[in-house]
């Protein structure tokens, strides 16, 4: 399984980015997948999952503004991130399972 993370870049702060995974390989379909992110000095840490129903979960500092959302067919998770902050300048990393992405790199400034 290999996963393809794009759609970082720089950005002024209130502004919107989506981020893709696409995953390729033998797909484990149906399976929940994740996005985490690691700023700079600081340890990954999750920020939003779905599930193979659909069902979202955010971490409280990107609630209601971060929406995740998967497209079955193409095997492809996103993450629309809106109203950026500075404090979202991290490299986003997209997870299924054991596996992770190539990270991101979402730069947000004020």
């Known amino acids: 399984v290999q996963l393809q993370a794009s759609g970082g870049g720089l950005v002024q702060a209130g502004g919107s980015l989506r981020l893709s995974c696409a995953a390729s390989g033998r797909i484990l379909s149906g399976k929940p997948m994740a996005w985490y992110r690691q700023g700079p000095g600081q340890q990954r840490e999750w920020v939003a999952g779905i599930n193979a129903g659909g069902g979202a979960d955010y971490a409280a500092s990107v609630k209601g503004r971060f929406t995740i959302s998967r497209d079955g067919a193409k095997n492809t998770v996103y993450l629309q991130m809106n109203s950026l902050e500075p404090e979202d300048t991290a490299v986003y990393y997209c997870?299924?399972?054991?596996?992770w992405g190539q990270g991101t790199l979402v730069t947000v400034s004020s």
């Open positions: 997870r299924l399972l054991k596996y």
